[in-house]
């Protein structure tokens, strides 16, 4: 398998804040899934935007196919924003509410000059069909679709310019649970069909499951565990991966959720950022930061994993 993108000690950072403190990822060719998991304010739509150069990267390194992706300019950089797409959490904001699904759809071929004008139309059809809207959907306005026909319509524009790569953030948490699981479906059979790769960023861990090989849990900007999707799921290590698997019932077994509330909710100085949260919690996970080690065919960054581990052996 060659590697389609590799991220190495990503640091983010708001002014002084840093925010995401050394993220590594690991992105084979398509069609493969990561998983992106972890609640409000872990830092996914920052390292999404981070992948897409839309924010400054503190530290660390971006390769996709094997190019750096952080010293890129001209022609270099306007390919990479070819064959990387980035679908939003937010449908509503993402079109522009005074262009005709049409005129979105096509803007890509504008911009990037991939298919001529008098051709445009038809390739705009062309993909209305493949993410399985209508055809009269082209001349209607964002405000006249539904959630889930907009979120579509992103889908379609960010397929527009045959993407290698796509960064998906929460594609489908602002919709209901029916439209959701149309969504679902769509990447699930655009993955197949297109070969794609993509980043799926999520808070749900049901949804990461069903579409993503692997994947990282990330707590406040730090990766807690990663691997398998499945044996995150099946037998997550990590406290945190715990209490998150234990919020979702509906995956089969509910195991009790091994979390606290938050006595502060400011990040400690030192030791593992969920220390304060955790039932398992002893005194060197107050003054020691956990590195990831390899436990269980996965990786975890917990002093208790082994503890931790026996809880859901
Ligand atoms: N414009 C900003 N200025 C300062 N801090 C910010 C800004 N945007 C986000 N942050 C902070 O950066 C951290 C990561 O935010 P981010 O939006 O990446 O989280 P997220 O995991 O995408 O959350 P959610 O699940 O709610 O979308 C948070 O602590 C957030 O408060
Ligand atoms: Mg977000």
Do not use: W
Request: hydrophobic content about 40%; charged content about 25%.
């Amino acid at each position: 398998m060659s590697e389609l993108l590799k991220v190495r000690d990503l640091r983010l950072s708001f002014g002084d804040t840093e925010v995401v403190h050394g993220v590594d990822l690991d992105l084979p060719e398509g069609p493969f899934g990561l998983g992106v998991i972890g609640e409000s304010g872990s830092g996914k739509t920052t390292i999404a935007r981070a992948l897409l150069r839309l924010h400054p990267v503190a530290s660390g390194s971006v390769a996709f196919e094997g190019r750096d992706v952080l010293s890129m300019a001209g022609a270099a950089l306007s390919a990479y924003r070819r064959d990387v797409q980035l679908v939003f959490q937010d449908g509503d904001g993402a079109l522009d509410p005074r262009m005709s699904v049409r005129t979105a759809v096509a803007e890509p071929f504008a911009i990037h000059r991939t298919v001529p004008r008098g051709q445009r139309a038809a390739r705009v059809a062309d993909l209305l069909r493949e993410v399985g809207l209508p055809d009269d959907v082209a001349t209607r306005y964002p405000h006249q679709l539904s959630g889930g026909q907009r979120q579509r319509v992103v889908i379609a524009r960010a397929l527009a310019l045959e993407p290698k790569l796509l960064v998906l953030d929460e594609p489908t948490s602002a919709l209901d649970v029916t439209v959701q699981e149309r969504v679902l479906q769509l990447i699930e059979s655009l993955r197949e069909k297109r070969s794609l790769a993509y980043v799926l960023i999520s808070h749900n861990l049901a949804v990461v499951d069903r579409l993503c090989e692997s994947s990282i849990v990330l707590y406040r900007g730090v990766v807690m565990e990663r691997g398998q999707t499945n044996d995150l799921l099946t037998t997550p290590v990590h406290p945190y991966t715990q209490a998150l698997r234990a919020a979702v019932p509906e995956l089969g077994v509910v195991r009790p959720p091994l979390t606290r509330i938050a006595t502060s909710t400011s990040v400690p100085e030192s030791g593992c950022p969920y220390a304060d949260r955790c039932a398992l919690a002893v005194d060197v996970c107050r003054h020691e930061v956990p590195a990831l080690r390899p436990l269980h065919g996965r990786d975890v960054a917990c002093h208790q994993a082994d503890e931790a581990a026996d809880l859901t052996a």
